[in-house]
């Protein structure tokens, strides 16, 4: 299996734009996560998925981030509209099963910078 | 709530020298505990895990962990540090349910020569 997959690897945009980024986690695994990875804040849980239904979206920092996930193979985390504190790395996650069980493999991340 | 704390932000290590990181959770029952490295520009790799049995878990890259729940302590180990292991640690924590991971804020590793 490739691993988890994400795209951009960059992604540079202005402030209010719509930006959008995709995940296609590794084939079979039932959980999906979303993280923000800032120098202040650390590694920041968003939201997560079971069989592509989001089963705690807390840490969406706001109405601006939104994250769907229409099938098992792809999700997307969407941020409308951008500013520039929302320059991060996001990582995609993907796990098959409970996490005392088995492993959460990352994906290497978007660096998204919002100028 | 569960929470994670690693103290140390950079730690300096001379290659060959010993390692510990240092990880304290905040958790009422057994807790599922994980040691994850980030290598520049790359995402987490699990180094290693504990769920029960051993608190000594050995993992990945020469790297182990023992488990102290007295002290509430996860510590990474490795005996011998080599200037490839200059990397991000981060120390993680299952939520109660066991569905998602709460992860520390992270420790740079630096290998001096």
């Known amino acids: 299996d490739a691993g988890v997959i994400q795209s951009p690897r960059h992604e540079v945009t202005e402030m209010g734009q719509e930006v959008t980024l995709r995940c296609k986690p590794i084939?079979?695994?039932?959980?999906l996560f979303w993280y923000r990875q800032t120098m202040m804040r650390g590694l920041e849980l968003l939201i997560y998925?079971?069989?592509?239904?989001?089963?705690?979206d807390s840490g969406m920092p706001e109405d601006r981030f939104s994250a769907k996930m229409p099938n098992a193979s792809f999700s997307n985390l969407k941020i409308q509209p951008s500013e520039p504190r929302d320059s991060a790395v996001y990582f995609c996650?993907?796990?098959?099963?409970?996490?005392?069980?088995?492993?959460?493999?990352f994906g290497p991340g978007t660096r998204l910078t919002v100028l | 709530a569960q929470s994670v704390t690693q103290p140390d932000i950079h730690i300096t290590v001379s290659e060959g020298a010993s390692l510990e990181l240092r990880c304290n959770y905040s958790?009422?029952?057994?807790?599922?505990l994980f040691w994850y490295v980030q290598s520049p520009g790359q995402g987490l790799q699990l180094l290693l895990k504990y769920f029960s049995g051993d608190t000594l878990v050995q993992g990945i890259k020469g790297f182990e962990a023992e488990f102290k729940r007295s002290q509430s302590s996860f510590n990474l180990r490795k005996p011998s540090v080599h200037w490839s292991d200059a990397a991000e640690y981060f120390c993680?924590?299952?939520?109660?349910?066991?569905?998602?991971?709460?992860f520390g804020k992270g420790t740079t590793l630096s290998v001096s020569s």
């Open positions: 993680a924590v299952a939520n109660q349910a066991g569905t998602a991971l709460i």
């Open positions: 958790y009422g029952a057994t807790p599922y």
């Open positions: 996650a993907s796990r098959w099963g409970l996490a005392e069980y088995n492993e959460q493999f």
């Open positions: 998925f079971n069989n592509n239904v989001p089963i705690d």
């Open positions: 084939s079979g695994h039932d959980y």
